[in-house]
Every structure is written in structure tokens, then in C-alpha cells.
């Protein structure tokens, strides 16, 4: 009542003096309207004129003052949105039944959280998108095409002119992602034995599950069951492809990171309907609810890793605004390409010949930072932005949140949050959440370094596959500088300077990460090993390969 009070009585206090200030503005232009009738027509128009300069004089000088009181109305009203907000959550009988005070937010090692209290899905734009209603910040995504434009221009007219052939060759985009018939069978091996195997095996035990009179033992089967599938059919068997096959490492990359995702939605499947399966009581209905085959294949293909029987859903499909964002991801992936061939490329064929050395590292550092640190960005916007927009309008799949507004962070801590949502919310409600189930709420910490050492692993893994060789310099910067800078450049760090120290530490990572994997694979295609002992397997040839190439 105390802080009603007080905002009424601010809110009085500003319609004073909004009255006073109305009152004074009109007794002051009555005033300074009120001038001499001249029989001079020349002299009415410069007066005039002077008038007009007054009041845009005194509109510019009012329009802080307006646009601070409206910002105070409108921090008062959201924070009254959310003080309600809050007191209803904290008072519904579901909330109190999961948290509570004493036990910092988790009730006991006995009971989980149940799905309802995990992600909600609501429906809602992409970042990108809800800025480019903007007007500048349109602009600037037009001066974007338009450099791309000019680039593909300068390109194909500068070659013409000067080489009479096109300098910006193709053959490196078309290598990288070659084997395509073997990667579409592989994809399809794993598509269909995600949808089959652990569904079919969840409905059997689902079936019989209350009507056994071993529960324990059944559920240890189908368990076991379903743990053989996701290690050996869908973990060796796709690795063992990339590997057997040599493919490329574009090619590579999209059998792995799919053998990836498809690993994630089957957890997260089973996870989310076990619960269910769990609290199903006999008495009241004979009919177990299992999600239909329906619900199951619209979430593998859905741009999500966190499963529910029905999402968010938009009423029409804009093909339009699918073929655009297509086009947007070609156009990114040709600027990417055409970055790494222009600049990248040729100063790693310089100094990714050799063995390692400072003097080479701090040169490559200097002459690719900028373009490896444009290409993440503009393969972020790829990936995240026109890649999952384009499948999520197809599936009219209204929760566009895949990432926010990460290029915003002062802390590496909300830039790990913030920019890749998808997975972000995977490792928070399965992995995070499940240490502090076990622990406890002091033990942050601990469920931190868990996420990250689980994160650093499956980045090594992905990265070892695809390369042909383990070298495992993104694992040592993953937990080493990665968690360092996660806790010194913590949500703490308010100031501005804290965006660019990550901005330009971001770039440094980028770029140490792809000479030091450049250079070991010129070692591994340049210096192969000749009656290898198990110190040359452990140690990396690009210490010792000298070749130039």
C-alpha cells in the first residue's frame, strides 16, 4: 500500500507540474505572439520565420524532458507488471510445491521438476527480425546486401578485366562438401532409426509398464535397450562413416552435428514422457496417454531440442519469407567463402605450411582477425537466423527465440547464454538443472564446470571426426579460457569497455583456434608418419613437420 501511495503521488506530482508547465508554455506564447501589426508585409515574414526557429528551438529543448518522464512511466508500469507477476508464482500451490526457501529452490533428491515447470514455449519473432522493423536498423541490413552485391559486381567484372577468368575459384566450396550421396544415405540411416527405435521402444514399455509386476527389471531392459541404440547405432555407426569414408570436412560436419541433434531429441523425448508414463494411475483410465506418431516426427524436424506434444503455432506459411531467408544463407555462405579465399586462405597457406612459431601465430593473428571474426559472424546469422527461420515457417513454428541479442554481452557469461538458445536451453534443463537436483543450489559452481567440460567434450568429439585427427586445442580453450573469462567477465561487468574487451577477445580466440587446426591438418596431408610410435600418435606432427608448403 506504502508503494501505491507513493506512486500515486508521483503521478500527481506530474500532472502538477505537466499543468504548471502547460499553463507557463501557453502564457509565454500568448506573449511572444503577441507582436505589432506592421504595414510592412517584408517585416510580418521575417518575424515570422523567427518565429518558427524559436519553437523548433523550443521543441528540441523539451523533447528530453518528455521522452525521460514517458521513460519513468513506463520502468514504473513493466516493474509493476512484474511484481504481480511474481507474487502470483510465488503464491500458486504448483510453485510452492517445487521450491521452497530451505532447500534453495528444489524441494528434495526425490522429486524432480515436472515438464510443465521447464521451457515454455510461447509465440514470438527473432531478434533480427523484430530490428529490422526499424527503419535505421533496415538500413543497415540494405547497406549489407549492397556490399554483397558489390562484391559479386568487383568480382566478376575486376577478374574479367585484369586475369580474364575468375580469380575467386569454386574448387575448395565444391571439395568441402563433397560425398553428398553418402552423406544423404547416412542422414537418412539416422533419421529413420530415430523415429522407429526409441519411440517403438518406449511404447512397449510404456504398454506394460504399470501391468508388470517387475517394473524395475523392465524398465532396466528397455534402458539398456535404448542405451545400445544411441551408442551404437546412432553414435559408432555415423562416426565410423565419416571416418571409413574420409569424408570431407563440410560433409563431415552435417553427418556428425545432425548424429548430434538427433542424440538430443531422443533424450529429450524420452526424458519428458518417462514423467508422464510414471504418474499414470490405472484406476481412472485404461488408456495409456503415448504421444502419436505425429507429435513425435513434427518434433524432429521442429528447430528445437526440448520436446512437447504441441507447440506455438502460426496460422499460414510465408513462402516468400522462406525463399528469402534461403537466399540470405546462400548469399552467407558465398561471403564467407569468398572472405577465406580473399583473405583467410592465402595467409594460412603462407604460415600454415610451416611448423609452429610465434612469429607465424602473431603474423596469421594480424592478417585474419577481422575476416575469421566477420565469417563467425555472418555463419552465426546462417545457421541461427536464416537456416531455423527458413524450417520454422515451413513448420508454421511460431517460438523463434534461437537466439538473442548476444552481440550486446559485456560478459562471456550471457554471450554463452545468449547465443545459441537452442542448445543453451538442452544443457540448462538437462544437465544443469539435474546437478543442482543432485547437489543442491550452493553447488553452482560445480553444475557450471559439469555443463562446460559436457559442452567442451562434444565440441572436441565433433571436431575430431570431422578433421580425421584429435587435437585438442578448442577442448583446452573451452575449459581453460572459456571458463576463465566466465567468471571474470561475469554479469557483473556493466560498463561498455567490457563489450568490446569481449569482442576483441572473441576475435583472438576465433582466430588462434583455426591456424593452430590449419596448421595440423597441412601436417597430417604433408607429413605423414613413417613407423609411427605411440609418442608420434600422442604428440602433434605440426611441432616437427618443417615442410613448406
Not at 32 to 59: I, Y
Request: proline letters at 4%; glycine letters at 4%; charged letters at 15%.
Amino acid at each position: 500500500m506504502a508503494g501505491e501511495e507513493n506512486i500515486s503521488v508521483r503521478n500527481r506530482q506530474s500532472t502538477y507540474e505537466t499543468a504548471e508547465e502547460k499553463e507557463d508554455l501557453s502564457k509565454r506564447h500568448e506573449a511572444d505572439w503577441s507582436f505589432p501589426q506592421s504595414s510592412n508585409g517584408h517585416d510580418d515574414v521575417d518575424h515570422s520565420v523567427t518565429r518558427k526557429m524559436q519553437l523548433l528551438v523550443e521543441a528540441e529543448q523539451m523533447k528530453p524532458a518528455f521522452m525521460q518522464r514517458i521513460d519513468s512511466h513506463f520502468t514504473e508500469f513493466v516493474n509493476g507488471l512484474i511484481a504481480k507477476s511474481v507474487q502470483l508464482e510465488t503464491s500458486s500451490p504448483a510453485f510452492s510445491a517445487v521450491c521452497s526457501e530451505k532447500d534453495g529452490g528444489f524441494k528434495s533428491k526425490e522429486s524432480r521438476a515436472p515438464p510443465e515447470h521447464g521451457k515454455v514455449f510461447v509465440a514470438r519473432k527473432s531478434v533480427l527480425d523484430e530490428l529490422f522493423e526499424m527503419k535505421d536498423i533496415r538500413t543497415i541490413h540494405h547497406v549489407f546486401i549492397a556490399f554483397f552485391i558489390m562484391i559479386i559486381l568487383c568480382t566478376l567484372i575486376v577478374d574479367s578485366i585484369d586475369e580474364g577468368r575468375l580469380v575467386v575459384k569454386f574448387d575448395l566450396l565444391v571439395y568441402v562438401f563433397g560425398k553428398s550421396s553418402v552423406v544423404a544415405s547416412t542422414w537418412l540411416y539416422m533419421f529413420l532409426s530415430t523415429l522407429t527405435v526409441p519411440y517403438g521402444l518406449f511404447l512397449l514399455w510404456a504398454q506394460g509398464y504399470h501391468g508388470s509386476s517387475h517394473k524395475t527389471i523392465r524398465s532396466a531392459f528397455f534402458g539398456g535397450l535404448l542405451m545400445i541404440f544411441q551408442i551404437f547405432g546412432l553414435g559408432v555407426g555415423p562416426a565410423y562413416i565419416a571416418v571409413a569414408y574420409n569424408l570431407p570436412p563440410a560433409s563431415a560436419f552435417i553427418v556428425i552435428l545432425e548424429q548430434v541433434r538427433l542424440l538430443m531429441k531422443g533424450y529429450s523425448f524420452i526424458r519428458e514422457n518417462t514423467s508422464r508414463i510414471l504418474s499414470f494411475t490405472p484406476q481412472k483410465t485404461n488408456t495409456v496417454q503415448v504421444p502419436k506418431v505425429s507429435q513425435y516426427l513434427y518434433f524432429l524436424f521442429a528447430p528445437t531440442l526440448i520436446y512437447r506434444d504441441a507447440y506455438p503455432r502460426n496460422p499460414t506459411i510465408r513462402w516468400s519469407y522462406v525463399a528469402t531467408m534461403f537466399a540470405q544463407a546462400l548469399a552467407s555462405l558465398f561471403y564467407v567463402h569468398y572472405l577465406s579465399e580473399i583473405y583467410t586462405y592465402p595467409a594460412f597457406r603462407k604460415y600454415g605450411g610451416e611448423h609452429f612459431n610465434v612469429r607465424g601465430l602473431v603474423l596469421c593473428i594480424l592478417h585474419t582477425m577481422l575476416p575469421n571474426l566477420l565469417s563467425a559472424v555472418i555463419l552465426s546469422f546462417l545457421l541461427f537466423h536464416c537456416w531455423l527461420n527458413a524450417f520454422a515457417e515451413m513448420l508454421r513454428f511460431a517460438d523463434r527465440m534461437f537466439y538473442k541479442d548476444w552481440w550486446n554481452s559485456k560478459s562471456y557469461a550471457r554471450y554463452f547464454r545468449t547465443s545459441n538458445v537452442v542448445v543453451h536451453d538442452w544443457l540448462y534443463y538437462y544437465a544443469y538443472r539435474d546437478v543442482l537436483w543432485l547437489f543442491g543450489k550452493k553447488f553452482k559452481a560445480v553444475a557450471m564446470l559439469s555443463v562446460f567440460t559436457l559442452s567442451a567434450i562434444v565440441h572436441e568429439y565433433v571436431l575430431a571426426v570431422c578433421f580425421g585427427y584429435f587435437y585438442p586445442v578448442l577442448f583446452f580453450f573451452y575449459m581453460g579460457f572459456g571458463t576463465l573469462f566466465n567468471f571474470i567477465l561475469s554479469d557483473r561487468r556493466k560498463g561498455p569497455i567490457w563489450n568490446v574487451i569481449l569482442w576483441l577477445t572473441l576475435g583472438l580466440g576465433i582466430t588462434m583456434i583455426h591456424y593452430l587446426y590449419s596448421l595440423e591438418w597441412n601436417a597430417h596431408k604433408h607429413c605423414p608418419l613413417k613407423n609411427p610410435t605411440f609418442l608420434d600418435y600422442v604428440k602433434p606432427p605440426s611441432w616437427t613437420c618443417h615442410l613448406k608448403v
